[in-house]
Nanobody, 132 residues
Framework: QVQLVESGGGLVQAGGSLRLSCAAS????????MGWFRQAPGKEREFLAA????????????YYTDSVKGRFIISRDNANNTVYLQMNSLKPEDTAVYYC?????????????????????WGQGTLVTVSS
């Protein structure tokens, strides 16, 4: 099973950008669909974006009216066992702990729609704080 470690969080002003990284260890990283989630204080963990095993397909949350699509970009580098989340035009409401997760043999769209209990692995999270 893959092990995940996030990095890149921190304090940023509204309108700024951050790039989160999630490094995976273990075998067969390219066998896993990868996703990013976040959890704000007092709220449930929410799906943000997922990328397919090859990196050729992505899927973004459309649940919230203020969608992250267009501001957040997910990508992966299978040669370096890493998935990224580029976050632009950050807002104070983006403040949360950000988690990456993995699910074996899944598509990006399926990962975005499945129950979080079905995911195979989670990182420990990285805190992003956006000041106004």
């Amino acid at each position: 099973q893959v092990q995940l470690v996030e990095s890149g969080g921190g304090l940023v002003q509204a309108g700024g950008s951050l790039r989160l990284s999630c490094a995976a260890s273990g075998r067969s990283f390219s066998s896993y669909g990868m996703g990013w989630f976040r959890q704000a204080p007092g709220k449930e963990r929410e799906f943000l974006a997922a990328v397919s095993r090859s990196g050729s397909s992505t899927y973004y949350s459309t649940y919230y009216t203020d969608s992250v699509k267009g501001r957040f970009i997910i990508s992966r580098d299978n040669a370096n066992n890493t998935v990224y989340l580029q976050m632009n035009s950050l807002k104070p409401e983006d403040t949360a702990v950000y988690y990456c997760a993995a699910r074996k043999y899944t598509t990006a769209q399926a990962m975005g729609r499945m129950n979080t209990n079905a995911l195979d692995a989670w990182g420990q999270g990285t805190l992003v704080t956006v000041s106004s």
